[in-house]
T-cell receptor, first 114, second 110 residues
């Protein structure tokens, strides 16, 4: 099983600023995903982080607001740009290996925008 | 469009009272159906992956089953430490995306 480390675990940010969340996996994985989980709700997929190419975004999420990098097979970042209070949420990184039956999650980043 | 529906939304059991959680799904090409446990303030913890109808998997007091339209998570003789939100997700075989249901909040009282 893969171990996923996310940093920071939580942050309080001023509106209009940006925050970059890091996701480090302890082994090479094929797929990495970023999710948002709003209070009391389930997980919503933001985008698939593609190694060496642009991320694939879901409907309602755009690159200018949520730029994603994935420079190698073990690391990805999600930036939440020009934040507003509506961006307050938990952001989760997930990873899955090639042909792997399991998709693992980090512990999440709890973001509060004031 | 891929869709996952979980029921009930919340379930309260007495310790030792067995029950089942339901996950109904529609997906264009199922790569896998995943069950997770999520404790407050933590990321989802992987429990099971099921691939084809008729498949079953067990882990301690939990047993997951799969049909062509739904999955059940059976909890046998639950303990208070089984209290958590249980999430179901399907992976679309064409896009590899995991689509989550809204979860079942399970509370097991001693």
């Amino acid at each position: 099983s893969a171990v996923i480390s996310q940093k920071p675990s939580r942050d309080i940010c001023q509106r209009g600023t940006s925050l970059t969340i890091q996701c480090q996996v302890d082994s090479q994985v094929t797929m990495m995903f970023w999710y948002r989980q709003q209070p009391g709700q389930s997980l919503t997929l933001i985008a698939t982080a593609n190694q060496g190419s642009e991320a694939t975004y879901e409907s309602g999420f755009v690159i200018d607001k949520f730029p994603i990098s994935r420079p190698n097979l073990t690391f990805s970042t999600l930036t939440v740009s020009n934040m507003s209070p509506e961006d307050s949420s938990i952001y989760l990184c997930s990873a899955q290996g090639q042909g792997n039956t399991e998709a693992f999650f980090g512990q999440g980043t709890r973001l509060t925008v004031v | 469009e891929d869709q996952v529906t979980q029921s009930p939304e919340a379930l309260r059991l007495q310790e030792g009272e067995s029950s089942s959680l339901n996950c109904s799904y529609t997906v264009s090409g199922l790569r896998g159906l995943f069950w997770y446990r999520q404790d407050p303030g933590k990321g989802p913890e992987f429990l099971f992956t099921l691939y084809s109808a008729g498949e079953e998997k067990e882990k301690e007091r939990l047993k997951a089953t799969l049909t062509k339209k739904e999955s059940f998570l059976h909890i046998t003789a639950p303990k208070p430490e089984d209290s958590a939100t249980y999430l179901c997700a399907v992976q679309d075989g064409a896009t590899n995306k995991l689509i989550f249901g809204t979860g079942t909040l399970l509370a097991v009282q001693p």
